[in-house]
Each structure stands twice: as C-alpha cells, then as structure tokens.
C-alpha cells in the first residue's frame, strides 16, 4: 500500500487509473439513475478510444478535438442505440446491452483491420499534444494532472445534474414512469438524453484512455470491463456519486492486493460481491449513512385526512 | 464445391439441441425467480467437470472402463446432484434476490467468477474430454454424422420431451408454470413460492449440467468455457422469448442454423454479428421474443 | 360542443372484445360517472382515453381534436389528467415533490436551460403548496408520500393530476377504500375541482358517491353502453338493474 501514499511512477500511475474507473463508473451509474443497466458502456469507452486514436494517427487531429470527438461519436451511437431500446424493459435492456457490447468488441477486432488493428489493436497511439508549452509525455506528471482535471469536472457536472431540478424529475422517473407520463413528461426524451450523456462520457473517457495508455485493444473493452464497474457502482452504494468513488477505490484496491495472491484475484472479487448484496446491498455509502440521521422529517401519521378542512380557494 | 446441405442442417440441430438445453435452464431460473443468472455458464462448466471425474475417474475405476452404463448413470447423477446444488444455491443465495432483477444479476456474477476460479484451483486450468462411447457413423440424407453427435441430439432431444412432459403434465410441473406467469395467482391458490423456486433453480441447474454431460463426448471442457455458452442461451432466450418453452426451441434451432450455416459460407466473427444483430432486431421489433411473455 | 367525444371506440385485447362500439360526450364542467359491473370496460375506456391503450377502432375527439393516436404524455399535456385505480406515487419522494412533479410545465426545457427553470421551479413549488393547503394535508408536505396514510395517498393521487392543470379530469375510483367521511371529504373537493373549470370523469363502484355526486351517469356492461341518464332514471332503468343483478353487493349503499 505504501507505494500509493509515496510520490512517484506507480503512485502516479495507479491514481491514473483511478481517475479513468471513476469517470465509467459515475457515469454508468448517472444511466442507471433512469433504470437502465448499461452492459455496452466499456463497449461505448472503446468506440472513443478508438474513434480518438485512429483520427489521431491517421488524419494528424490534435487530441484537444479527438478528445471531443470520440465522446460525440459514442454519444451518437448512443442516440441511435437508446432510441431504439430503451423503452425496454429492465432485463430486455440488459440484455440488449450485452449484445450490443460484444457486436462492438467483434466489429473492433474483426473489421477494417488495416485501420483498426484487428486482433492487436493500434498500438503507439498518441499522447495529447503540447499545449501553452505543457507537454504529457507516457506516464508523466502532466498526464496525470490532465486526468485528475477531466475526472472532476466529469463528476462535479454529474453531481450538478443530478442534484439540480434536472435530477428530480429523473428521479421521479425512476420511481414511477407511468405517474410521470400520466403528467405530460415525456419520459423517453429524459431517458435517452441521459443515456446519451452516459456514453459521451464514457467516449472521452476512451479518448483520455487511448492516449495515456498508447495502446487498445477491443479485447480492453469487453463486457467483463462493464461488468467491474457496474461492480464498482453498486458495491460502492447506488445512492450518492460517492459511492461510485468509493467502490472503485475499493476494488482497485482489492484488485492490487489480489495481484500479490495472482490466481485468487476473481475469487476474491466474486465473494466480495456476493458478501456485499446478500449483506449490505446498499452498497458501502448506504452502510455508512444508515447511521446517520435520515433526511426525511416524519410527522405523526394520526392526522386525519382533510386535517384543517380547507377548500380550494 | 457441392454445398451438402443436410451436413449443415444435421450440425445445425446439434448445436442447436445443446444450446437450447442451456437456454431452458437459464430462462426456467429467470421465469420462476425472475433473476438472470450469470453463473448459469460456469455451472454448465461444474457439469463438465463432474461429468469428467465421475465418468472418466469413479465410475470407470470402480465399476469397469467407460460404457455405456456407466455413462448412463453419469447423466443420472449429475441430473440429481445438480438438482440438489439448485436447492442449495437457491437457499444460500438466491432467496433475498427473487424478483430483484439487479441484485440476483450481480449476486450471481460473483458466484461465477468465484465458482470459476474454484473450479480453476480445484480442477487446472487445462481442458479435459471424455471419451465418446457412442461409435461408429450415420448416413442421414447424405449426411454424416458419428455416433456420438448422433446420441447428443437423440439424448438431448429425449430430456427436453421430458422437460415438456414434466412441465405440461404433472402437477408440480404445471405448479412451476402457474408461479412463472402469475405468481401472485399461484400463491393464493396454495402453491408454496420456496418450494417452487429452489425447484425451478435445481431443474435450471440440472439442465445445464446435463448438457454439458452430452457435450463432454464431443468436445472439451475447461473452466472458461462458460461464458460462451452463457452467451448462446441469452441469444436464444431473446430470440425466442424469456420465460418461454417452445421459444427456446424456436432460438435454439435458429442459433444452430446460424452457426451452423454462418460459419460454413461465412466466417464466424461476422455469423456472431449476425447472431447479435438478430437479438438486437428482435428486443426491438419484438420484446417479448416469439413466444414470450410480459416481464412483471 | 363536447369537451370529450367518444366515436364507436372498440378495443379489442386479442380474441376479446372488452370496448364495443361506445359513443360518448363529456361536456364542459359537468361531472360524469362512468359504472358498470365488473368487466363491463370501464378501465378500458379510461386508458384508451388517456392514452394507455390506443383503440383498436373508432375515434376520440378533445375538444374537436383527434387524440386517438397520441402518446399518453402526449396526451397529458394536452389536459387531460388521470388518476390510477392502484395507488402509485413517488414513493421515496415527498408529498410536495410528488405535486411539483405535477406541475410537469417546468421541467420541459432543455438540461442546458435547465438552470433557468429556477423561476419556474419556485413557482410550482408554491402551487404545490397552494393544492395541499386546499386539500388540508399542508401539515404532510414533507413526509414520504409512501407513508402516508391510505386515504390521504388517494387525495394526493389527486392533487398531483390536478397540478398539472387539467381541463379533464379521469378519477380512477377515487374513493376505493376509504371510509364515510373521508369519501364526502374527498368528493366535495371534487365538486370544488368543478367549480374551478374542471371537468370530471369518475369511474367508481362507489354508488352513494356515484348517484349523489354526478349529473350524468354513464352505464357500461360487457364492452357496451346500455344506458346514459341522469342518475335517477338510471337507477330504475331496467337493463341496468339486470346487468347488476349478476352482482348485488355493488349496487347496494356502502
């Protein structure tokens, strides 16, 4: 663990990777705040990461564009993809999810493969380019610190939406979609638009991926990937975005610890999940505010219904 | 080249009989528990294994060299064990999620990676196979077929009538039906919900094992094979229809044409897009599969 | 001019025919009772109308305006509001939330405006405040609309749809479950919903509640419409008195 308190390459590393798991897992939860489980969203990161890389390397785009332009590319496919099926229910969407996700993951490794690499990927993908004289070389400091910016201002915008007058309808939706659609909203259009944010994110976060890791490979984005940050997600506590980024601490912890114990890595993993849901299925955040003091006032339940017998006015 | 069609209709209902197997066990779990079982791969895995040590190890050392007894009371007992791992899983496990979509999916994702790495320390990771005792070849419509491909489809064509039998015609089968479509209905006519779950993941269980007891002959197995057969029985279960029988039939039978024909004519990562585009066209232009039903 | 007109609406689920060939007007600021045994399709003409089910034949006019086809938000906001026969609301969300969302009008700009919705937010924040204090129940704003007592859920069902300003309003037995006075509470806040301009379309078992609350009754039994009257002759109307018969208990006074 001391390598992670102390400054240099692994330290910088390890909280590169944070900052990438924590970018996914916000937004795979910000999906699920409408009833979605998105088993394609490691598929829509490798659509940026891609997307990124092959403009990067093949027409010369700076990265200050491919950047953007992966998450645009996601948040299409995205646009195209929710508008289909979203309307789904919970397990006919998840299951079209993981559908979706292995077409990407075959499509990417089977397809144009001068462009994309097939089996190998693309390799020697480009870091971001200099900037105002700043430079992000592999792994460097600069690299990490453009990490840590993107992440935070991905999860403050979240946070934001989610707690602004925006967040409570889309609360109100997942609470009951047939009592929102009886009032006028159109819960489809929030559905996807959400949708779409979560794979726009998910495509930047691809992009940023691409280039700090100089090499992808689709088998980078599988379902197994979706899979460790839905994990993430409900581990760390569905309710608050931090729980999100407790969970990724915590199985990226896990996970560092396992390497020493190599093999028992997944086994480790499995039994903390299954431990976590039949204990604790509030995840760790809901653990911790179960102790706290609940949000809501309650008044006494005897009032009569009618109470101060007043008319509309 | 002379396409021999009947050989690739004949490969088609062969994968197909095994993947519809795996593909009714997983949807009778989801059906009466209304949970995606995740693991439901590395339990036809779990068959595998057990189909090698009790066949291969026991019950040829024991009871002399691999035949046709032998092999048959391999199936039975895989069939009973795994019906009693479904009772204990469903109790251990699977009780808190029933109806939980969400939590039953990730309970059951950390059952399998852990069930998984179990079996990978326990067993090696190296394949295994048995070997077939079915000998000798088929000529069917100028399609050949060897004898233990041909029992596959025969056994496994006997089990899901049975499965159809057991559900259509007895009383606990037609139990198991009632809870899948109207549970609350079953419940107030007297049908115990505990009962029938542990039922419905002991029989979901036992499917996939016994699949994997016909497919060892034929093919190997190793602790990582799950996840692909996995992949099949959600192909056919929304082709066909969560929660449907005939459904499964219905996917089972189209996912062998489509292996069986994609990747004679065409190569097999475009048979798979095939397969998933298919899936995806179906949940949109159809949801509820074929034949399926409502989800609550 | 009807505010609602029904044209020989049918629906059909499959083999079964549960709406048939039913012509109906509602008319403005009248309060219309829809009953019938059960079976007879009253539910099924509530959602073809709101847009829950879409007809399989025949035509539904708002104010001269085809809705037939219209997606039931779509539907929504074109005022016409409903109550549920279950009772669902935001649970986990408190009783002046649940209003608010009501008021769907202020939520409908795009997430890049949505900042600028605070006005408006405020505003139907206030009018929630406003219908509850009119219901009586200002005293439960904060609590978990979950935990509400039953009868109080019920009235919120129905503060909730009249937030979103309606010119129709389809209760769904409104008063199910409720006891004597809690019904007359409710219904005369029904009556004042008229006076505002509210039209009301009531779906009830309820027959006190039906015969001393609506000026017209609408009877239904097995998908059709056999009788449309004034509550008096419909009481003695006799093939209303035969379609009942098969089931006493809901023609009797609670």
Redesign the interface.
């Known amino acids: 663990m001391l390598p992670l308190i102390t400054p240099g390459y692994y330290a910088i590393h390890t909280y590169t990777w944070l900052c990438i798991y924590w970018m996914l897992a916000a937004s795979l939860r910000f999906i699920m705040l409408i009833g979605a489980v998105n088993f394609a969203h490691a598929g829509f990161m490798g659509i940026g990461a891609y997307a990124s890389a092959v403009l990067m390397m093949n027409i010369h785009c700076s990265f200050w564009i491919t950047f953007f332009l992966g998450g645009i590319i996601s948040a299409l496919l995205g646009l195209g993809f929710g508008l289909i099926t979203l309307r789904l229910r919970g397990a006919y969407f998840f299951l079209v999810s993981f559908a979706l996700c292995e077409i990407i993951r075959i499509s990417l490794s089977s397809y144009w493969i001068g462009t994309l690499g097939g089996v190998t990927g693309i390799s020697n993908v480009p870091q971001p380019n200099a900037v105002l004289g700043v430079e992000f070389g592999p792994d460097s400091l600069n690299s990490f610190y453009l990490a840590v910016i993107i992440c935070s201002l991905v999860l403050i915008s979240l946070y934001v939406i989610e707690n602004g007058y925006y967040g409570k309808i889309l609360k109100s939706i997942s609470e009951s979609e047939e009592l929102c659609q009886s009032v006028g909203i159109n819960t489809i259009k929030y559905k996807v638009v959400v949708f779409v944010i979560g794979c726009f994110i998910a495509g930047i976060t691809g992009s940023l991926y691409a280039s700090l890791n100089e090499r992808i490979t689709a088998s980078d984005f599988t379902y197994s990937l979706s899979m460790f940050i839905l994990v993430c997600v409900v581990l760390g506590g569905q309710e608050h975005i931090w729980g999100s980024i407790i969970g990724v601490i915590v199985l990226v912890i896990i996970g560092e610890e396992a390497r020493s114990t190599a093999l028992f890595e997944p086994i480790i993993w499995g039994v903390s999940l299954m431990a976590v849901m039949l204990f604790a299925p509030r995840g760790i955040f809901g653990f911790v505010t179960r102790f706290a003091s609940l949000a809501m006032k309650r008044s006494s339940s005897s009032l009569k219904i009618g109470g101060d017998k007043q008319w509309l006015s | 080249m002379d396409t021999n069609w009947a050989q690739l209709i004949i490969d088609a209902i062969q994968l197909g009989v095994i993947y519809t197997l795996v593909a009714l066990g997983l949807t009778m779990i989801f059906s009466i528990m209304n949970v995606i079982n995740f693991a439901h791969g590395e339990i036809y895995a779990l068959g595998g294994f057990a189909t090698y040590y009790i066949f291969l190890r026991y019950l040829s050392t024991y009871l002399g060299g691999p035949g046709f007894i032998n092999y048959f009371l391999t199936l039975g007992i895989v069939f009973l064990l795994f019906i009693l791992l479904g009772f204990f899983l469903e109790k251990a496990i699977f009780r808190p999620f029933r109806g939980n979509l969400l939590g039953g999916l990730l309970v059951s994702v950390g059952f399998g990676a852990a069930l998984q790495t179990a079996m990978t320390l326990t067993f090696g990771p190296e394949t295994k196979g048995v070997p077939g005792m079915f000998s000798g070849r088929l000529v069917v419509l100028g399609a050949a077929i060897s004898g233990q491909r041909a029992a596959v489809v025969v056994l496994g064509a006997v089990i899901i009538s049975g499965l159809y039998i057991f559900l259509k015609k007895t009383k606990i089968g037609i139990a198991m039906t009632a809870v899948s479509q109207e549970k609350e209905a079953a419940e107030s006519l007297g049908i115990d919900y505990s009962v029938m779950s542990s039922l419905g993941l002991g029989i979901g269980c036992a499917l996939a094992g016994i699949a994997a007891v016909l497919v060892v002959p034929v093919n190997y197995v190793d602790p990582f094979v799950g996840h692909a057969y996995l992949m099949k029985a959600f192909i056919i279960i929304v082709i066909g229809g969560l929660g449907s029988f005939v459904g499964c039939l219905f996917g089972g039978f189209i996912l062998g044409i489509i292996e069986s024909f994609g990747g004679y004519f065409l190569d097999m990562p475009t048979s798979n897009i095939i397969s998933f585009s298919i899936v995806i066209s179906f949940l949109i232009l159809r949801p509820k599969g074929l034949f399926g039903r409502e989800e609550k | 001019m009807a505010l609602l007109e029904l044209k020989g609406v049918t629906k059909q689920f499959g083999g079964i025919l549960a709406v048939d060939r039913i012509d109906m007007q509602i008319f403005e600021q009248e309060i219309l009772g829809l009953i019938g045994p059960n079976g007879a399709g009253k539910t099924t003409v509530f959602n073809c109308i ?1 847009g829950r089910y879409h007809c399989t034949n025949g035509e539904i006019l708002l104010q001269g305006e085809q809705i037939s086809k219209l ?4 539907i ?2 074109k005022g016409i ?2 109550t ?1 026969q279950t009772t ?7 009783v002046l ?1 649940n209003i ?8 409908e700009k795009s ?1 890049a405006l ?2 600028t ?2 006005r408006k ?1 405020l505003r139907a924040k206030e009018r929630a405040g ?1 219908i509850l ?8 704003s ?3 609309a979950g ?3 039953h ?2 859920q019920r ?1 919120t069902q129905i503060a ?2 009249v ?2 300003e309606p010119k129709l309003l389809l209760l769904d037995e409104p008063v199910v479950g ?1 006891n004597a ?2 019904i007359r ?2 219904m ?2 029904v009556k ?2 008229r006076e ?1 301009g509210i039209t009301i379309l009531l779906v009830e078992h309820n027959m006190r509640a039906v015969m001393e609350y609506c000026e017209r009754i609408v009877v239904l039994d097995h998908g059709r419409k056999i009788a449309e009257d004034s509550p008096d002759k419909v009481r003695s109307n006799e093939d209303v008195i035969r379609a009942y018969l098969g089931a006493p208990e809901h023609f009797t006074e609670d």
């Open positions: 709101c997606k039931s938000h779509e929504a906001k509001a409903r549920f669902i609301l935001l649970n986990n969300m408190s939330d608010i969302i009501g008021s769907h009008t202020w939520g997430l949505s900042f919705n605070r937010y406003d204090r009119a219901f009586g129940m200002d005293k439960v904060h609590m978990a935990e509400l007592p009868g109080q009235l909730i749809a937030a979103s409720m006075e809690e509470y409710t005369e806040a004042k919903l505002q």
